[in-house]
């Protein structure tokens, strides 16, 4: 019979060599996920709010990832310019649009394509010219709250007009 140390020691082992191969697996299938080094086409969009966007977010078509956000800047305009490169295997037409979304109410930003019905499709540098903006959250929910006020306003206005 196995003493109780050596026990102990062989299933903290068997523990340590778990956890290790658990954290093989998924640094593997993260390194799997996005694009490969060479098969990336580099494109541009640009933005009037990128809010919570950030390098290396996901970039999405049917809801599948295809890319990630590579760099962001801002021209001379003012805009924000995101790179973002996606497996050359997806041909995207040139009128692809391009949008920011939110996973869920508060998660993270990525961006969407939307893919055109041009034959001709986008090459490494080029830009896709048709974009949405993110939604701020805290924007949508003052534009909510200032509407439930005008409305509850309205209610008021209209039981003070009847009971006179």
């Known amino acids: 019979m196995m003493s109780r140390e050596i026990r102990e020691?062989?299933?903290g082992a068997v523990t340590i060599s778990a956890l290790l191969l658990i954290l093989v697996f998924m640094n593997a299938r993260h390194d799997l996920s996005g694009p490969a080094t060479g098969n990336a086409l580099s494109?541009?969009?640009?933005?009037?709010?990128?809010?919570?966007l950030v390098e290396?977010?996901?970039?999405?078509?049917g809801g599948i990832k295809?890319?990630?956000?590579?760099?962001?800047?801002?021209?001379?305009a003012y805009r924000a310019v995101v790179t973002f490169n996606v497996d050359t295997v997806v041909g995207l037409p040139l009128d692809t649009s391009a949008a920011i979304h939110t996973d869920g109410l508060f998660g993270s930003k990525f961006?969407?394509?939307?893919?055109g019905a041009e034959e001709a499709v986008l090459k490494s540098g080029d830009e896709i010219t048709l974009t949405q903006d993110a939604v701020v959250?805290?924007?949508?929910?003052?534009?909510?709250?200032?509407?439930?006020?005008?409305?509850?306003?309205k209610a008021k206005s209209g039981a003070k007009s009847k009971s006179e």
């Open 43 to 52: 494109l541009v969009g640009k933005f009037n709010k990128v809010d919570g």
């Open 137 to 153: 959250v805290s924007d949508l929910l003052e534009l909510i709250i200032s509407e439930g006020k005008v409305a509850q306003a």
């Open 9 to 11: 020691i062989v299933i």
């Open 111 to 115: 961006v969407v394509l939307e893919p």
């Open 66 to 76: 295809i890319g990630q956000v590579s760099d962001m800047a801002l021209d001379s």
């Open 56 to 61: 290396g977010s996901e970039v999405r078509l």
